[in-house]
T-cell receptor
């Protein structure tokens, strides 16, 4: 079982609130990723990081922001949540070299009302 | 919220049949490909991978085929079981340039196995 954890698993929050979705991994992986996925739909890369102090935007434009101050931690923040942000958010991590399969967390299902 | 992207194609098979799931990838510079299985309410789980210097790789009941000429990847599942019912995604790892380090997922396929 992969050692990557996301909290919370489920979050229902009002419009305009600031939220942070947590993602931590204990495998020492340098690359981390955030994906957005609606039910029954594709995974879209919204942010990724090569390592500490490195962040890049993914293929899908997102109003969220990320930070990577520590190797093991890659939080995602929405400054002002809107109903259009309702979705599932999946965090993943990989090594840089060799076999680079990504390990995924269980996801955070966010509902903005 | 607004749905992002396309609804997924579906494949229905009988238990015991072989299943073939296809995927087209976009970046000819990608050097590593992975198949993932995602069950309802869970994150994707690794099934099998293949590097771009190979065209076939076999695992337990699964085989991945890579055709770089047409940028096509397939996953074959032998003797499909009800527990194989899930959504299957292929992913490509960018090799260089602006794609370096990006793990990008292709369109998934919903596999339903009937007993």
């Amino acid at each position: 079982e992969a050692d990557i954890y996301q909290t919370p698993r489920y979050l229902v929050i009002g419009t305009g609130k600031k939220i942070t979705l947590e993602c931590s991994q204990t495998m020492g992986h340098d690359k981390m990723y955030w994906y957005q996925q609606d039910p029954g739909m594709e995974l879209h890369l919204i942010h990724y990081s090569y390592g500490v102090n490195s962040t890049e935007k993914g293929d899908l434009s997102s109003e969220s922001t990320v930070s990577r101050i520590r190797t093991e931690h890659f939080p995602l923040t929405l400054e002002s949540a809107r109903p259009s942000h309702t979705s599932q958010y999946l965090c993943a991590s990989t090594w840089t070299g060799g076999r680079t399969e990504a390990f995924f967390g269980q996801g955070t299902r966010l509902t903005v009302v | 919220g607004e749905s992002v992207g396309l609804h997924l194609p579906t494949l229905s098979v009988q238990e015991g049949d072989n299943s073939i799931i296809n995927c087209a990838y976009s970046n000819s510079a990608s050097d590593y490909f992975i198949w993932y299985k995602q069950e309802s309410g869970k994150g994707p789980q690794f099934i099998i991978d293949i590097r771009s210097n190979m065209d076939k790789r076999q695992g337990q009941r699964v085989t991945v085929l890579l055709n770089k000429t047409v940028k096509h990847l397939s996953l074959q599942i032998a003797a499909t079981q009800p527990g194989d019912s899930a959504v299957y995604f292929c992913a490509e790892n960018g090799a260089g340039g602006t794609s370096y380090g990006k793990l990008t997922f292709g369109q998934g396929t919903i596999l339903t196995v009937h007993p």
